[in-house]
């Protein structure tokens, strides 16, 4: 378990890194009436009432195969009546919130398959709770929220985070280990450090710090971040493809933990696809190819039943192995890309690195004498860095670093190389640009990095740059490419000589 110094550091880091986006205007109404003394069914019924169509949503589950009661429920008043104050308050906030964080996907993370597979979690794990005859009014809503984390991350770090997703393949804990890795935190800690930061119960938010690990959650939570941890590898099976032979792990954990016969785990995978189809309709998602997993297994069967191989599973599995080989075919051409990928990245900035510079330089090069274009470089290095580490700390100063190459990465053209050059300076490569373009450019990379704030330990802190600017043409054909990066070198030095914060242009020199 985390000590209380190492939790408080993480979740400050997460405010820091994240900014986490406020509540959603009705979730604050709903849980403000709630804290009330003097608080009325009426009164959250008025709330949701506000919003009609909340209203019919939330009538439609209320009425749904998960919370069936004994006759048709027509108003919310008489919902809360039936099912009790607690529950629809946390359907309402199930639909409020996922109504709220949604994207039109252009962080390259699939929102609609998020919340497909979070449905399917909280029916899963309601269904649990009856077939174990557990009470817990919350894990509805809990199970809904659990990978809520993974969602504020993908809304903050886009491609970046969908490729650690890609990277651990389905495996929650591989999942957890890369985003500790990455960022310091992970999704866990992120999901229960929003819905603590929107005043929710804690039973909601305290199991979703454990709930890809129940083993190392403290007595009170131990339960339902088991629950949750089912509900989410139920969830998987309905939503994913290619897990045949998680499904049958499942299958035998489901029966060891719970002391659920073969058959009875079999009817509550089944009955999850059965139910969720009916909850995404009313979350307004497409349930897609969401199928009982016997239909799945009856499946595999009949395409693979001139075997004669009794063990439905091992033909579900042999099936997704065929799948399975053509993905890793792709994985494989991928793999070797990425890795040629990391030989030439900077760990902490994630530009090139000085390899690569002195690579493309060469090849940049080639190409201007081929064919008789402009080629120019720009050296700059940050004014002050040491003041800044010395001040602040090295952590402040990673962090400087990385701003700023994401600042100057969102102004340089997708055919421009910018590289790390060593230290606190950094190279540009700029094809096809004269003198004059260069001088342009470098003065506007000036005044970009000087309107870039880090916020660290509560404080922003503002750098400058100074750089040296010089091009290569047909009239310096003769240049060598060391000429090249002393002439760029020294623009940079005068730079520095002459005051700091600003650019130095310095022609070649086809002499000397």
């Known amino acids: 378990m985390q000590t209380n110094e190492n939790h408080r550091k993480i979740m400050t880091l997460i405010n820091q890194d994240l900014g986490?986006?406020?509540?959603?205007?009705?979730?604050?109404?709903?849980?403000?009436?709630?804290?009330?003394?003097?608080?009325?069914?009426?009164?959250?019924?008025?709330?949701?009432?506000?919003?009609?169509?909340?209203?019919?949503?939330?009538?439609?589950?209320?009425?749904?195969?998960?919370?069936?009661?004994?006759?048709?429920?027509?108003?919310?008043n008489r919902a809360i009546a039936v099912l009790g104050t607690n529950i629809i308050k946390n359907i309402a906030l199930s639909f409020v919130i996922a109504g709220e964080l949604n994207s039109n996907g252009?962080?390259?993370?699939?929102?609609?398959?998020?919340?497909?597979?979070?449905?399917?979690?909280?029916?899963?794990?309601?269904?649990?709770?009856?077939?174990?005859?557990?009470?817990?009014?919350?894990?509805?809503?809990?199970?809904?929220?659990?990978?809520?984390?993974?969602?504020?991350?993908?809304?903050?770090?886009?491609q970046e985070y969908g490729a650690l997703i890609k990277e651990a393949d389905n495996d929650a804990l591989e999942l957890l280990q890369l985003e500790s890795d990455r960022y310091g935190y992970t999704h866990q800690q992120v999901g229960y450090a929003l819905l603590q930061h929107w005043e929710l119960p804690s039973a909601i938010f305290d199991p979703i710090l454990y709930h890809h690990q129940p083993e190392k959650a403290p007595a009170d939570c131990v339960e339902a971040a088991t629950l949750l941890c089912f509900?989410?590898?139920?969830?998987?099976?309905?939503?994913?493809?290619?897990?045949?032979?998680?499904?049958?792990?499942?299958?035998?954990?489901?029966?060891?933990?719970?002391h659920l016969s073969k058959q009875q785990s079999l009817q509550l995978l089944d009955a999850t696809a059965e139910s969720s189809r009916e909850m995404l309709a009313a979350f307004e998602l497409d349930p897609q190819q969401l199928r009982p997993y016997s239909e799945l297994l009856q499946e595999a069967n009949a395409e693979l039943g001139q075997l004669h191989l009794d063990n439905e599973q091992v033909l579900l599995e042999m099936k997704e192995a065929k799948d399975r080989a053509e993905k890793l075919t792709h994985e494989l051409?991928?793999?070797?890309?990425?890795?040629?990928?990391?030989?030439?990245?900077?760990?902490?900035?994630?530009?090139?690195?000085?390899?690569?510079f002195q690579e493309s330089l060469s090849n940049e090069l080639a190409r201007s004498i081929r064919y008789h274009s402009s080629l120019s470089l720009i050296l700059f290095d940050i004014d002050h860095f040491k003041q800044v580490n010395d001040t602040y700390g090295h952590q402040a100063g990673d962090l400087v670093l990385m701003n700023l190459s994401r600042a100057v990465s969102s102004a340089?053209?997708?055919?421009?190389?910018?590289?790390?050059?060593?230290?606190?300076?950094?190279?540009?490569?700029?094809?096809?640009?004269?003198?004059?373009?260069?001088k342009v450019f470098a003065a506007r990379l000036r005044r970009c990095v000087e309107g870039v704030a880090t916020l660290f330990d509560g404080q922003l802190i503002y750098v400058t740059i100074s750089a040296g600017v010089t091009t290569f043409s047909t009239q310096t054909a003769g240049i060598s490419k060391d000429k090249f990066i002393e002439t760029a070198d020294r623009g940079l030095y005068t730079s520095k000589q002459s005051g700091r914060n600003q650019v130095t242009v310095l022609e070649l020199a086809t002499s000397g």
């Not at 709903?30 to 949503?57: Q, T, W, Y």
């Not at 199970?143 to 770090?157: D, F, P, R, S, Y």
């Not at 509900?231 to 933990?257: C, F, M, P, S, Y």
């Not at 793999?335 to 000085?354: I, M, P």
């Open 231 to 258: 509900a989410d590898r139920i969830a998987t099976i309905h939503t994913t493809r290619g897990v045949g032979e998680k499904a049958r792990l499942l299958q035998q954990q489901l029966q060891e933990n719970y």
């Open 412 to 438: 340089v053209r997708p055919c421009d190389i910018i590289s790390r050059y060593g230290g606190e300076e950094f190279a540009v490569i700029l094809p096809e640009t004269n003198l004059a373009g260069a």
């Open 106 to 158: 252009e962080s390259g993370f699939d929102f609609e398959a998020f919340w497909r597979n979070s449905v399917t979690a909280a029916v899963s794990a309601e269904l649990l709770l009856k077939r174990l005859d557990l009470k817990n009014e919350d894990l509805f809503v809990t199970a809904l929220l659990q990978n809520i984390g993974m969602l504020v991350i993908a809304m903050t770090k886009g």
């Open 20 to 76: 986490l986006p406020s509540p959603p205007a009705i979730a604050v109404n709903i849980l403000s009436i709630m804290r009330k003394d003097d608080f009325s069914m009426h009164d959250l019924a008025e709330v949701i009432a506000v919003d009609p169509s909340l209203s019919a949503k939330m009538l439609k589950v209320a009425n749904s195969g998960i919370f069936a009661c004994n006759g048709t429920i027509s108003s919310i």
């Open 333 to 356: 051409r991928d793999a070797n890309s990425r890795l040629k990928e990391l030989v030439y990245r900077d760990g902490l900035t994630g530009l090139y690195n000085h390899r690569y």
